[in-house]
């Protein structure tokens, strides 16, 4: 896309761009007074009433976060607090929470233990709540339609179904599972670079950050629904997608020697399964090879087989940063949050039952306890990244409301999914309903689906150029000249709205095509990313992840050849993951050799 054409165009007021979670502080004081004694009484008449009113307040909650893609996001967020706050108060005196300090002293830098203690220990639902259970009602949507509905990845189910006696009947299943989440997330998580080769403003950021920086400078949240992100944010989308579907799983990192002040070196994801952790590159795409270059390697073999990971290696075109000697001690990065092992999560989930059944709570001496007892896992922390994406966001915001550019580089890449006009609001409607695993719709209660929403996108060529020059057209679109516009000024603005409706297309383009490759209509999704992405004369930045998504259709066709020569294109940001999977899926269909020696 040539950036070079947004330079003139004016930002509107309602760009918005990300949602900000503020904690609401209350603050009491004053002279003595029978306060407590007001609030005692208004509390016991606010829960008589809520008992004679038999509202289900956890229903109402959950219902409108399932919906807060389409409503006004401050009112429905008061909304839930409120349903929230009115089931807490209805339950009985809470337990005092276990801190675990250790634990968050490793975000302390970020989060200070005092911050971190407080939104830990409180007893009432807020807006970072919301924003909290949003992202894991999304988690858990994803979760359960890769576990249930979508494809997988049938090179490693296959060695999985082969050895289903000697892995065990639940851990082939826990593990068949991880596979199709991975999947799912390499698919549709498209890898950035670390460095986005980007101009880069004058923004003095806190705690050293910089600008767009890699793991930090999106949200987690804002990973998901733009289904676009570098290896540290895809390790986050796996993580987050595991922990749906009940299964332990971190970001393991090198441990520093003892006397280096160096930080742990994210590695690769771990999944706990049974005693063993199987390890996924997210950066490869690619889970990390097994002994005898077949199925999942598990963190023992790899620390005891120096083989397991020099085969990882590509020689002539890559080299795996790692070898047996760097992963003996590693350290075990746990993506959690105050808000999630705080004894309100607890609470909340354990009255989640049903189609409310969701992961909030994450205990965290189990957890940690739970991964340190594997040989190899010396340590486990809080993972820093998440802390620093908020924090990230809060300070670029800032940055933008006072430099043009920042504005710009923030605002424009993704102003046809978060900006407020009607496209980009029905864009993001078929986002949400796609993750939600939404697809179809329902026509009785004129619910569109995914499909529909991202079909209402794909406005014909013709009829983009025509924009410039048809005024009926432009009515049609709701694009009018306001008196006193130059008319130059009004064309320019007239190709930005073209830009953003081509941009628009081609985004939902690519969507529809992940669409038919998890519905398994394998022609289909063939079609869509060849032709209507590819091959569609639009420069867009889906390129790279649409010639990844055929190549994975091409295999799945069983056309080996013309997968592996997409796999083995140069220069993509995945590239060393797909010529392991180009060698892997060759293996297959070679015939038998000797094994090879260990």
């Not at 919906?67 to 929230?84: F, G, T, V």
């Not at 790899?302 to 350290?331: E, H, I, S």
């Amino acid at each position: 896309m040539d950036s070079s054409a947004f330079r003139s165009h004016t930002v509107a007021a309602g760009f918005a761009t990300t949602i900000l979670a503020f904690c609401v502080v209350m603050a009491a004081g004053g002279c003595k007074d029978d306060t407590q004694t007001l609030r005692s009484i208004q509390a016991s008449r606010q829960l008589k009433k809520q008992a004679e009113s038999k509202v289900d307040h956890l229903g109402e909650a959950f219902s409108l976060v399932s919906k807060l893609i389409e409503l006004q996001p401050e009112s429905a967020a008061r909304q839930i607090i409120y349903h929230l706050n009115s089931w807490e108060l209805s339950q009985p005196n809470a337990e005092n929470v276990q801190v675990p300090t250790d634990l968050l002293k490793s975000i302390s830098q970020i989060v200070p233990l005092e911050d971190a203690t407080a939104v830990l220990t409180r007893n009432t639902f807020d807006e970072a709540d919301v924003e909290f259970l949003k992202l894991r009602y999304l988690y858990r949507q994803v979760a359960e339609f890769a576990r249930t509905r979508g494809p997988s990845d049938t090179h490693f189910e296959k060695w999985i179904d082969a050895n289903r006696d000697s892995l065990g009947p639940e851990s082939s299943d826990q593990l068949a599972v991880a596979l199709r989440l991975f999947d799912w997330m390499v698919r549709n998580i498209a890898l950035q670079p670390v460095d986005l080769n980007q101009p880069v403003p004058n923004a003095n950021l806190p705690l050293g950050m910089k600008f767009n920086g890699a793991g930090y400078r999106q949200t987690p949240f804002q990973t998901l629904f733009r289904g676009t992100g570098d290896a540290l944010q895809r390790c986050g989308t796996f993580i987050g997608l595991c922990r749906q579907a009940d299964l332990p799983a971190c970001l393991l990192a090198t441990a520093p020697s003892a006397d280096s002040s160096d930080q742990p070196r994210p590695w690769a994801v771990g999944v706990l399964i049974g005693k063993e952790v199987y390890l996924f590159d997210c950066a490869l795409g690619i889970p990390i090879i097994g002994p005898g270059q077949a199925g999942i390697a598990t963190l023992a073999q790899a620390r005891r087989d120096a083989t397991v990971l020099r085969r990882m290696n590509v020689p002539g075109w890559f080299d795996y940063p790692l070898q047996k000697d760097d992963v003996q001690q590693c350290v075990a990065l746990l993506m959690m949050s105050p808000e999630s092992i705080s004894g309100r999560a607890s609470r909340l989930q354990d009255a989640l039952t049903g189609d409310l059944r969701l992961g909030i709570y994450d205990d965290p001496q189990r957890t940690v306890d739970a991964f340190v007892a594997n040989p190899g896992i010396a340590t486990a922390k809080m993972w820093e990244i998440p802390f620093l994406a908020q924090v990230y966001q809060v300070a670029v915001n800032r940055l933008a409301e006072q430099d043009a550019m920042v504005m710009f580089l923030t605002t424009a890449p993704w102003a046809i999914l978060e900006s407020e006009f009607e496209q980009a609001k029905r864009l993001a409607l078929g986002r949400w309903r796609h993750l939600q695993g939404d697809l179809d719709g329902n026509d009785v209660e004129g619910i569109e689906g995914a499909k529909k929403l991202y079909l209402s996108q794909r406005q014909p060529e013709f009829e983009i150029a025509d924009l410039r020059i048809d005024v009926e057209l432009q009515k049609n679109y709701g694009i009018r000249r306001e008196l006193g516009i130059p008319a130059e000024v009004y064309d320019r603005q007239i190709q930005q709205v073209q830009l953003l409706m081509r941009q628009g297309k081609v985004t939902a383009t690519y969507w529809l095509g992940l669409v038919q490759y998890d519905t398994n209509r394998l022609d289909l999704a063939k079609n869509w990313f060849q032709q209507r992405v590819l091959d569609d004369g639009l420069e867009s930045d889906w390129e790279n992840a649409a010639r990844y998504n055929l190549a994975r259709t091409f295999e799945s066709l069983g056309e080996i050849a013309q997968a592996t020569d997409l796999y083995k294109l140069e220069g993509l940001p995945q590239e060393h993951g797909n010529r392991l999977r180009a060698r892997l899926i060759n293996r297959e269909t070679e015939p038998a050799d000797a094994p090879e020696a260990p």
